[in-house]
């Protein structure tokens, strides 16, 4: 039976994963897959050095280093829910990228290295979860091996990120004695059954926590910690739907993602506890999902997803309505309209064709229609999404070609790697030199990477003497003016055409403020 748009929006569950590197966030991305029934063997992390790399990982500076630099879009259906999954970049020098991902979702799920607790990158990851009210759920991974103990694991989440745990399985021991989850929910005790490396693991329920079995298979006094654990998690408060909305409660959950210990359980709660589309802000109004007409965002460009093709994708929030394939579109940006033909869903390398997506969906359009993350898609109205900012850069090189004959292909290399957010592309009011900007070294070895295997373009980057960067606006048209025919030696304009002052350090912009009191300098600029 046919569900109605409206149903079908009610079962999308739009997440993304967050965590510090190494807690094994795309190890768990690749378990979730499996046990949705997306790929039939995992590529655990530990595997990239033979001749299999993680599904969801695709840049070759990503299989290289074992790191997720680039946001992979995953959707695949799960106990009658469709589920579109984000792997957010999981190294701290694209927080830019991340921040762009979690404005496309409804709730996240923070992985946690279950012996380190919250480190700084979970830290500042929650910090914009929170500025956005985005509803977390927690799972402490790598429980096979020691970590923390579990009531002092949720005393550091609950005390770095003031946000109340409260547990939806419980452990059976840590490291080598690590024998499975209590399920809370469910009321059992749930064991693990090594099967062929890679594939799911079997498992064995024992209902009753009295059971003279539970005796038999772990020994009568880790049965019996068990039990007194669990009477002192009786006093906690109760999950609280409404406290999880506004972000105030976490759900938890213990588990180990490469040996597939507790992933299940994770699964079959968060498509459950987890909201359905939500309600997106622009400069006019609230947009709503189960509005009957079609609307979305790009929040993300990804390009030579196909090298053969040296394709550019636009991938896409919808926020209402329902997309059919060669349905019209109003691109609101530019005040023209165009027929979407092969709008396309990702199972990480693998698309195939949509034929029709619903509010909560991830589709990826080819940006022939020149798209850039923040445009509006509608059917026919002016709406302008909010919340999508771009951050001024802290680290900035001059790109120096190797190759002479190249210079047409690195410009167009570092306008397209700069339209989809690796970095910031500068060119100066006077002069020929472009600058990138970026957040973080990683970023440069990931553009110059990709330039030469998606480009054919061999290129180093120069250090050069620069600290800062600010967008200048002002309200006074002249004052502005003024500003550029006294500092054009410092000003560039950004990929969107955007002026922006470039100094050697911050006392030299701070000194710049304040000497131009009618100059307005921004750190942040609203894509």
Known sequence: MSLSPQQEINRRRTFAIISHPDAGKTTITEKLLLFGGAIQMAGAVRGRRNDRSTTSDFLKVEQERGISVSSAVMSFDYKERAVNLLDTPGHEDFSEDTYRVLTAVDSALMVLDAAKGVETRTQALMDVCRLRTTPVVSFAN???????????????????????????????????????????????????????????????YIENLEDGTLDDLIGKGKADTLREELELLEVLDPFDPDAFARGEQSPFFFGSAINNFGVRELLDAFVDIAPMPQSRSTLTREVEPHEEKFSGFVFKIQANLDKAHHDRMAFVRITSGRYERRMKLRHVRLGRDFSVKNATTFLAQDRVVTEEAFAGDIIGLHTHS???????????????????????????????????????????????????????????????????????????????????????????????????????????????????????????TDIAGNLTYLVQSQWALDYAAQQNPEINFHATMEI
């Open 370 to 492: 020149g798209l850039k993350v923040g445009d509006a898609l509608t059917q026919g109205e002016e709406l302008k999404f909010t919340g999508i900012p771009a951050f001024a850069p802290e680290l900035f090189r001059r790109a120096r070609l190797l190759d002479p004959m190249k210079s047409k292909s690195l410009v167009k290399g570092l306008e397209q790697l700069s339209e989809e957010g690796a970095a910031q592309l500068f060119r100066p009011l006077e002069g020929a030199d472009y600058i990138l900007g970026a957040l973080g070294d990683l970023q440069f070895d990931v553009i110059r990477s990709r330039l030469e295997a998606e480009y054919k373009v061999r290129a180093i980057f120069e250090t050069v003497p620069l600290g800062a960067a600010r967008w200048v606006t002002a309200e006074d048209p002249e004052a502005l003016e003024k500003f550029k025919r006294e500092n054009r030696h410092r000003l560039f």
């Open 142 to 204: 790598k429980m096979d091996r020691e970590a923390l103990d579990p009531f002092e694991l949720m005393e550091n989440v609950e005390e770095k990120l003031k946000i109340s745990c409260i547990p939806f399985t419980w452990p059976i021991g840590m490291g080598r004695t690590f024998e499975g989850v209590y399920d809370l929910r469910n009321k059992r005790v749930v064991f693990y059954q090594p099967t062929e490396r890679g594939k799911a693991n079997a498992q064995v």
